[in-house]
Structure formats: structure tokens, C-alpha cells
């Protein structure tokens, strides 16, 4: 199955039901068929066809998964951005996947605006949202006197559906390809891990569809079981908001980040809880370890166990989850889904035994590789496994504890961050002689970004000066919350910022487990 195929019979099943709600607009499942046969027609007449890219700068909205079934539909490609990135970032994402149109909110289209060779290479660009500009045609009027249509094509399952970036470094990009195969099954694999039915109600609040996370488990395993998604806005984070439309629109499901069930212990804590929150059955995260503090919390106030399930962009979304029937243990992350495998494995590749901690590799319906990096591509993926890079252990059960990571990746409200994003600019200011930017353990976001500087010799700058300079050119979330000044940074023998010994010198804890 493709999923061009998985809407259509949803919508045959479903027709009338409720696919979508955000805020007070509602799009039923034949409604959603029809709007994105609409856009499909739209890209087609603009000459965009299959294996192009498509570049959604979004948030959680109806014309985000409009637009990405459209897109599908044609065997065009996906390409899903954060709409914090800054044009820098930008710049570097369209060099590296050229794509063919966008549609987008006005902040990353101003941006791009700087550019001027990126948009004039692009065949289509269409401006949503509330802030429009109206320097491009709008999403929703070009869609509205377009002519519904019948889209023939049949993309095939093993064509690519989506190319989503992950982890590395902005200025060195690396996209995660994800055919229309491994994206279905994943959403069928997630239905059932969940136990979801079409009576369920999935409940979106800054889980953001441009992670593979809400895309799969949130949008794509609702669309495969015909249960209704409400998108909840997220500005300002307002988490007595999502509460609120938990209560009004009875939800079943409330998947997010860990942060996010932080946020919502913190204003239990403060206020109290003000809704009925009854009709929730399920509550689960993923994205970043889950703080057992939180977890009790969560679990003492609300009375909802949070599951606690593991997965990462290049295994498609999530590849374990603890069982429904049996008891949650917040410090495990549960077993592997079916159609998943896990191995802890040595240095040497190796297998070991339960309870021996090494690197976790996985198999499945893995991704098709790096777009256009053959040799990374190679280096993870190993006769069939995936090498997460992230460490583990197995008890004599199969349940997978987490326990670190060999990866220099920081993880803020979910967000996976490469160190070398914010290292690399903050050594382009002139004051600065070296940088090391690290993660330090944070109860509510997980961790958060320090920068570790030294100064060259005779020059001057302050904290405020350094986070402005990263904010004004880096998405917020990787900018440093903290700065602090040292003299020269440690070094290993081959030249490398060393550090493991900043962190030591900081007495800093490591970043497994949370507290």
C-alpha cells in the first residue's frame, strides 16, 4: 500500500467522519480526499511530477496535511521544515535538496526573500497561514478555484515519500529518506501498539507534523485507522489551552514530548487541574528520555501511566512501546513493535547478553538511506541493522532501557540538536577564540544549551551579545540558554575540544539517566 492508496480507502470507509479540527474548522475524511486531489491537480499543472521535492515550512495545520497528501499522491516527494529555521539554514536545506515549489507561512518565505536565486528557482510557491504577506498566491484561495480532480497516478511503495532532516548539522544536511512502504507500515505498526481504533480521538499540542514522530504515530496511524486528529495551535505554549480542548473535543489519545507532560505536571502543581480529562485512555511519550520525576507526577496527579516508547527519524517513528495490558515501568521504553528487531551489540558488533549495556542497532522498516550520501548511509545501515548510535540494555524479558548515547547530539523539548550548529557560528564572532557548546540536564526540557568560550586575547563581549548573535541566525531552540567564559579548552591528543573534561571541570552530571 502507498499512501495515496491508505487516505482513498479511508475515505471510502469513513466518508463523512471527521478527519481533521483545528480551532473551528473541521474536514472530513472525503473532504480531505478531494483538497488534496485539489493541490495534487495544482502541482501537476505547474509541471512539479514524481521524485521532485516539495518543501512544506509549516506548523501542525489543515494545509500542512493537505498539502503532504497532494503531494504523495503525484510520487512527489515531501520535504518537511522546521519554520524556526533562519535563512542561513535555509539557504543550506534548499542547496542540498533542491526542491521544486513550497508552500509556506510568511517567516520562512521573508527569509528566503535574502535569496533571491532560491525562490526564482522554484516552479511554485504559495503563502498559508495567519500572517500572510500577499507577496505570493494563498494556499487556501488557489486550492478553492481549483477544479476537483481524479489523480490517476499510482505512486509505487517503494518510491521515497518524504525526505526528512534529522540530527547533523544544518550546514552539512543529512535527510532521511522514507518511502511510501516503510511510512505505511510504521503507521499500521503504530496503530496497533497503541491499540487504536477509529473511535479514537488524537489529540496534537507542539508535537510538531515536520517531526516523524507526530507525522506517523499522531497523523498517518489516525488516517490508516480513520480516528480524528485535533490540532491544537501552539503558540505560546499555552498548555491550560490543550487541556481545555482535551475536555471539549472528549480526546482518547495525547502523545508529545516530554516537555510537554513536564508543562503539564508544572501547571497541575501551580493551579490545580480544571478539566475533565476522562475520556483520555492513552498517553504516551517519545522524542527525548522521559524524567521518572515526571512520570510519577504525571501518574499522581492526572492518574494516566505515560508510556514511555522509543524511536528515532531514521527508523520512521517509534519501534518500541510498553504493553497496554500490562504494567508501565517509566524507566523502560518497553519492547520492540512487531515487524521490529533489536540487538544490544560490543565495539565489535557483537551481541550481548541482558543486562550488559552497548550500542543498540535495529531492523525493520528502515529507511532507504541519506538523500545523496551514499557513504553515511553505509555507515549505519550494516547488513540490514540500523546503528543508532544510542546505548541500551535488554532485561530477560526484552524490555529496552535507554541508557546513553555515543552521538554529540543535545536534546531541548524534544528537539534532537548537533552541537557543531551552534559551535560553528558562535566561532564566526569576532571574540571569540574557541567554543564548546554541551547539554546540561534540565528537568523540564530535558537539557538545555550551554556555550563554553574563551576569548581572544584582548577582545570583549557579553552573554546577552552572544545568544542575540545566535538568535538572529540559528532557530531560538539551538540557541545557547547560557554562556560562560573560561580560558583555553581542553584538548584530546588528536586536537579535539575535549568534552568529557569540561564537563568534569564544570562538575556536571551526565546526561543519562534523568533525574
Known sequence: ???????????????????????????????????????????????????????????????????????????????????????????SLFAHSSPSAMVSESPALDMLNQSSSVIESLKLVLEAGSGRTGKYPNFDEVLRVSPAEHIDTKPEDGDIASIMYTSASSFQPRGVMLSHRSMVMEAVISAEGYQQTDRDIMMLFALPMYHVYGLEAGLLASVYKGSTVVLVPGTGLSIASFMAAIESEKGTMFIGVPYIFALAVDMAEREGIKNDLSSLRLCASAGAPLSLSTAKRFKELYGYDIMNCYGLTEAVAHITCPSLNGSVSPDS?????????????????????????GEMIVSGPLMDGYYNEPRATAEVIKDGWLYTGDIGKTDKDGNLYVTGRTKDIIIVKGQNINPADTEGLLATHPAVAEVAVIGIPDRMRGEIIRAVISLREGAETTEQELRQFCLERLASYKAPKQVIF??????????EVDKNTIRERLSLPPVFPVP
Open 1 to 91: 500500500m502507498n499512501l495515496k492508496s491508505m487516505l482513498e480507502e479511508t475515505a471510502a470507509r469513513y466518508g463523512e467522519k471527521i478527519a481533521l479540527i483545528y480551532g473551528d474548522r473541521r474536514l472530513s475524511y472525503s473532504e480531505l480526499d478531494e483538497a488534496s486531489n485539489r493541490f495534487a491537480g495544482i502541482l501537476k499543472k505547474h509541471g512539479i511530477g514524481k521524485g521532485e521535492r516539495v518543501a512544506l515550512s509549516l506548523s501542525n495545520s489543515t494545509e500542512f496535511v493537505i498539502a503532504f497528501f497532494g503531494i504523495t499522491k503525484i510520487g512527489a516527494i515531501v520535504l518537511p521544515l522546521d519554520p524556526q529555521y533562519r535563512v542561513s539554514e535555509l539557504t
Open 333 to 357: 521504553v518497553g519492547k520492540t513493535l512487531s515487524e521490529w528487531g533489536i540487538k544490544i551489540v560490543d565495539s565489535a558488533g557483537r551481541e550481548l547478553p541482558p543486562e550488559q549495556p
Open 486 to 495: 573560561t580560558g583555553p579548552l581542553p584538548r584530546t591528543a588528536n586536537g
